[in-house]
């Protein structure tokens, strides 16, 4: 019965159920092909180990650590990552499902068997595509190599599968116990479609609540935001652990000091124009709910940039970087799609509301398409700025040529227009089930 309904379930779920499909599919043969890679680059190689913890001794491990064990690293965490959005994803769109059964008289065990059948049936789909799929990836790679005169092939190795299937069982687990705990807290919460990462202002307790030292932090947030466009003038050397102080400031900025200042803009404006205060009102929502994955994805690129142009690499790291470089645009474009989809999932209340006091169908498509350009609007700026300091660092010292910064370019940007169409797309369909709901 459970399984039959799960099933249902899983059916309608649409889109929905595509998404967390693709995306397993995806990084399973992401990180099949990688822990391949991973030994062929790093394979009879003498590894760099850090004695302290110190930023210099971080630098010297990105600039000569092995770029098999490092790219290694970054990709599973970033898998994980985008493993773990997709999966917050799909879960919180079934929150009213799962109440409205938990009202019906379904126990927690019924609600998480529910989850779970869903969850192994679409991962039994994802994995062993994705595991072919990274076989065709890496007969790709040693075509690729082929073609440049290198000698050296990717061959799939035992030890590397065995790395590779503990790795994504140990996600797997993490996954499955995650959808364990949703279910559990399925409770009245959750009927009423509350959102679970609801924000909170700590910005008025404590030394914060003080004008003068919050407008001392924020200028100083500021200071370290802008910090790696200024070391790019100075060299590549150090932009690795520059954007990744950067980030800390960067992140405060989108939290502290735009929001306010959306805020301010609004009330200037008064209610000459309705559609694009409320655009813009949502926009504060969005930027504050996804600052972190905003600011993962800029640290992410630029930290790969350095490895990929401040050391001497093989042609089998060079590739390598490359494709952790590609990889980890499309992955992170990805986790900031799902981490505002989530928030979004919950905006169907909001657009009764707007249609209940009179707002137009036509207005609404406005408001959606309005605050979805700004918001990845926003995040282009923020990758074309950053991004583009480091492109023109890079052309400056002769470490680039213009191929490759086009290359690079259209691998960061790409993907996230592309996120932003989903994102769209996803956002009407919110919006009108709104409509539907007010109608009923």
Known sequence: ????????????????????????????????????????????????????????????????????????????????????????????????????????????IQLAMYLLIQTIVMLAVAIPFGILCGYGLIALINTLLANAGETVQVAVSGYAVAEFVSTILFILLWTLMLNCSFAYKSGAVLLSGGNIAVMKDKSSYGLMGRKFFRLLVNAASFIIAVLPLFMLFNGTGALAVGM??????????????????????????????????????????DIMFSNAAVCLLLCDLLVV???????????????????????????????????????????GDEYVILSQVGT????????????????????????????????????RDSLADVSQILLLSAAALVPVIIAGILTLIYYRQVAAAGDVLKSR
């Open 305 to 347: 940039i350095s490895m990929l142009f401040s050391r001497e690499n093989t042609r089998l790291e060079y590739l390598l970087v490359l494709m952790t470089y590609i990889c980890i645009s499309i992955l992170q474009s990805m986790t900031v799609m799902f981490r505002l989809e989530t928030d979004l999932s919950s905006r």
């Open 244 to 285: 990744a102080i950067g980030s800390w400031g960067l992140s405060r900025v989108l939290t502290e000091i735009l929001p306010p200042f959306l805020t301010w803009l609004n009330r200037k404006k008064g209610t000459a124009d309705t559609v694009r205060m409320t655009a813009v009102g949502f926009l504060r929502r």
């Open 360 to 395: 137009s169908e036509e207005d609404r498509k406005k408001i959606t398409r309005g605050e979805i350009l700004r918001f990845y609007g926003l995040v282009f700026l923020l990758v074309v700025i950053y991004g583009g300091m480091a492109m023109y660092a890079l052309c």
């Open 1 to 108: 019965m459970i399984f039959r309904e799960a099933m249902r379930s899983l059916k309608n779920s649409g889109s929905k159920a595509v998404f967390y499909v693709l995306t397993f599919f995806l990084t399973t043969a992401l990180m099949f092909a990688y822990f391949n890679m991973e030994y062929a680059v790093t394979s009879g190689k003498t590894e760099i180990y850090l004695n302290s913890v110190g930023l210099g001794d971080l630098a010297q491990m990105i600039e000569k650590g092995n770029a098999g064990n490092l790219m290694l690293v970054f990709i599973v965490i970033m898998c994980a990552v985008d493993l773990f959005y997709c999966n917050s994803f799909y879960v919180k769109n079934k929150a009213q499902e799962l109440g409205v059964r938990l009202i019906c008289g379904a126990t927690y």
